[in-house]
């Protein structure tokens, strides 16, 4: 069974090396670094800094130094995003699994900044400004679309059943404008799962942690329990 990523870039070779299918590319979505500025004086002045991918904290951190960042506290959303600021040097760290579950730990006092993309959700951020009404915006990157691929609606039309490995709510988006058949979709994440269902994906496969590796052995699992199925049903026929 193939299995199809909505990006450009390759997955790491000691990854793709564990996946027990063939791997397709398809750039549904790329991520464009927007140029910010923020002098430090203003930085300083933030108590908490919320960053809720690991696209955010890429295209946020590598603007300032370490010393810059090291007295602030970072909510993050994912351990993924909790590794990639460890690895900076961050070490006030609070994860969560959704934005919504770290709300209720801002205080009123506090004044927060928010760096994140263009699509960011304005609903989350009203609920969000109950808690701490001091949480200011800051689009360090821009989700950009392909309006319509007609290699991934070609592939998707074929008679085999197919595989989408969907690692964020923004690949959920690019999904909306085509047509599916027999397919199965991998992700990791809550947000990631509701949004495949908000669009009436069905066949919907959670990694049991949010990470690429557990995504891929989520894979392996269905993938090698398709094939012993198919196989039984050969012995049968003969």
């Given at each position: 069974?193939?299995?199809?990523?909505?990006?450009?870039?390759?997955?790491?070779?000691?990854?793709?090396?564990?996946?027990?299918?063939?791997?397709?590319?398809?750039?549904?979505?790329?991520?464009?670094?927007?140029?910010?500025?923020?002098?430090?004086?203003?930085?300083?002045?933030?108590?908490?800094?919320?960053?809720?991918?690991?696209?955010?904290?890429?295209?946020?951190?590598?603007?300032?130094?370490?010393?810059?960042?090291?007295?602030h506290?970072?909510?993050?959303?994912?351990?993924?995003?909790?590794?990639?600021?460890?690895?900076?040097?961050?070490?006030?760290?609070?994860?969560?699994?959704?934005?919504?579950e770290?709300?209720?730990?801002?205080?009123?006092?506090?004044?927060?900044?928010?760096?994140?993309?263009?699509?960011?959700?304005?609903?989350?951020?009203?609920?969000?400004?109950?808690?701490?009404?001091?949480?200011?915006?800051?689009?360090?990157?821009?989700?950009?679309?392909?309006?319509?691929?007609?290699?991934?609606?070609?592939?998707?039309?074929?008679?085999?059943?197919?595989?989408v490995?969907?690692?964020?709510?923004?690949?959920?988006n690019?999904?909306?404008?085509?047509?599916?058949?027999?397919?199965?979709?991998f992700?990791?994440?809550?947000?990631?799962?509701?949004?495949?269902?908000?669009?009436?994906?069905?066949?919907?496969?959670?990694?049991?942690?949010?990470?690429?590796?557990?995504?891929?052995?989520?894979?392996?699992?269905?993938?090698?329990?398709?094939?012993?199925?198919?196989?039984?049903?050969?012995?049968?026929?003969?």
């Open positions: 069974m193939e299995i199809a990523f909505l990006r450009k870039e390759k997955i790491p070779v000691n990854l793709s090396s564990l996946l027990s299918g063939k791997i397709k590319y398809f750039p549904l979505v790329t991520y464009q670094k927007r140029d910010f500025s923020l002098e430090c004086s203003l930085l300083k002045s933030y108590s908490g800094i919320i960053l809720c991918s690991k696209r955010s904290v890429s295209f946020f951190i590598e603007k300032f130094s370490l010393k810059e960042l090291i007295d506290q970072f909510y993050c959303v994912g351990e993924r995003s909790k590794i990639q600021l460890e690895v900076f040097g961050i070490k006030k760290i609070k994860v969560f699994s959704s934005f919504l770290m709300i209720p730990f801002f205080s009123e006092n506090e004044k927060i900044l928010y760096p994140t993309s263009n699509e960011y959700s304005k609903k989350e951020l009203l609920k969000a400004k109950l808690f701490c009404s001091q949480i200011d915006t800051l689009i360090c990157y821009k989700v950009v679309y392909e309006n319509r691929n007609s290699d991934f609606q070609e592939w998707l039309n074929t008679s085999t059943l197919k595989a490995a969907v690692l964020a709510p923004s690949q959920v690019a999904l909306k404008v085509y047509s599916f058949k027999k397919i199965h979709t992700c990791m994440g809550n947000r990631t799962k509701q949004a495949l269902e908000n669009i009436g994906i069905k066949n919907i496969h959670l990694s049991e942690f949010s990470n690429l590796e557990s995504l891929i052995q989520s894979y392996n699992n269905f993938s090698n329990l398709f094939l012993k199925e198919n196989q039984k049903c050969f012995h049968k026929l003969d």
